[in-house]
């Protein structure tokens, strides 16, 4: 998971630390490799930097991290916004180890200021990730136990779960808990850190969440490459901590 600190409206400096955390990530040994919610522009960009930038995807710069996979040969879930027609998208593209994208999930609760530029996707159907079915959930997805309980009966086995949600009023409160409780289906949460004009993230948790119990907790202020290993039989992790990488912060590139 890339616990990364996100500068809003930075496009070209978030894609820089996103690729070089890949990297870190893949040198590593990681196999799976989840950026936070919203990981290019962050949460509030659209007053910074407006929208005109948001292209069909893959734009060039995904064509590129697609490029770099075909060397790495990992899963890369990678969370970008997306036009389609007349429409914006909070969307994560979750890209194969052959560089192909081998499935989309567009964020579905998006009633947020923050988000209003974008448009609600209508579907929530697993991703088969080296044959195992992934439920993709971006952020406040978890929210409500709908889109879980959904993607579940379509046959999901476990959840990802990209994220820009801190502690505060409209923090988490259980929810990420919850589903997992009411599902069965373990939860991995890739949140991230830095702030934002109203938003802190230094305290958000990246999570790996069980049975309504949190498994693997990681905040920190600085961006953090964090691995740990899974058992894809039991769906249980293998590690009783993450290991944890921190990268050199990046102002300028």
Same mark, same amino acid.
């Given at each position: +998971? ?48 407006? #929208? ?9 710069? +995904?064509?590129?991290?697609? #490029?770099?996979?075909? #060397? ?31 499935? #989309? ?45 959904? +993607? ?5 086995? +476990? ?95």
């Amino acid at each position: +998971m890339l616990h990364l600190e996100t500068v809003p409206g930075a496009i070209e400096r978030n894609r820089y630390v996103i690729v070089e955390a890949i990297k870190h990530a893949a040198a590593t040994g990681a196999e799976w490799i989840v950026t936070p919610e919203l990981a290019v522009c962050g949460l509030q960009f659209a007053h910074l930097v407006g #929208t005109d930038w948001i292209e069909p995807q893959p734009d060039r710069w +995904m064509q590129q991290v697609c #490029t770099l996979n075909k #060397t790495l040969k990992r899963i890369i879930f990678l969370s970008c916004p997306e036009r389609d027609g007349q429409r914006l998208y909070n969307s994560v593209f979750v890209i194969g180890p052959t560089g192909e994208i081998i499935g #989309t999930h567009r964020k579905i609760n998006v009633l947020s200021d923050s988000l209003s530029w974008s448009s609600p996707g209508d579907k929530a159907s697993p991703i088969e990730c080296d044959g195992i079915q992934v439920g993709v959930l971006v952020c406040a997805d978890v929210y409500t136990p709908n889109i879980a309980r959904s +993607m579940k009966f379509e046959g999901a086995q +476990m959840f990802v779960s990209p994220a820009s949600w801190g502690p505060g009023l409209h923090g988490p409160n259980g929810e990420w808990e919850q589903r997992t409780h009411e599902t069965g289906l373990p939860l991995i949460v890739c949140n991230r850190t830095g702030t934002e004009k109203t938003l802190d993230f230094r305290k958000a948790p990246s999570l790996v969440v069980r049975d309504g119990v949190r498994l693997l907790t990681h905040t920190s202020e600085r961006s953090a490459v964090l691995t740990f290993d899974w058992d894809f039989d039991c769906m249980v992790p293998r590690s009783s901590r993450y290991s944890i990488n921190y990268i050199r912060k990046y102002d300028t590139f």
